[in-house]
């Protein structure tokens, strides 16, 4: 049996329809096809894709953003999904790399990932894309 034919992207128009429903299996929010049309196209956002046998199977965002205390750009990987039975390619790391280069090619310097304490395979994952872990407390409130 012959592996899988498998690549990495920057999602287009095209994706949407999956992306919609990748990002309700990943997090349970429902958003129409207009919306995340809205947010692939205001280039705020990079969003790749992973894609299996011409199949959108996950994908990965990030953001570039620019604080005045520090002289260079600054990113963040924000959000990451690959469907369950797509898992063990090495899709994961192939757009981490991706999204690296788009980065580092807009002079970012500094990439960061957040993910949860017990999500144990992510940070396996994130290791072994070369990042490291530190010692960190991330706090968050609603505004509601």
């Known amino acids: 049996m012959s592996a899988p034919k498998i690549l990495v992207r920057v999602a287009v128009k095209e994706d949407i329809?999956?992306?919609?429903e990748l990002n309700y299996q990943f997090n349970g929010v429902q958003r129409s096809k207009e919306e995340v049309e809205t947010?692939?196209?205001n280039a705020r956002e990079t969003i790749v894709v992973a894609v299996m046998e011409k199949q959108v199977v996950g994908f990965a965002c990030?953001?570039?953003?620019?604080?005045?205390?520090?002289?260079?750009y600054q990113a963040e990987i924000t959000e990451m999904y690959i469907q369950?039975?797509?898992r063990r390619n090495g899709l994961a790391v192939m757009m981490i790399d991706l999204l690296e280069e788009?980065?580092?090619?807009?002079?970012?310097k500094n990439i960061k990932i957040l993910t949860g304490l017990k999500n144990i395979k992510a940070i396996k994952t994130y290791e072994k894309a070369g990042y490291i872990q530190e010692e960190e407390l991330v706090f968050s409130k609603d505004l509601e």
Do not use: R
Request: aromatic share 18%.
């Open 84 to 86: 369950e039975f797509a």
């Open 17 to 20: 329809p999956s992306l919609v």
């Open 39 to 41: 947010d692939l196209l």
């Open 62 to 72: 990030g953001q570039i953003y620019k604080s005045f205390c520090y002289a260079e």
């Open 102 to 108: 788009i980065f580092k090619s807009s002079g970012v």
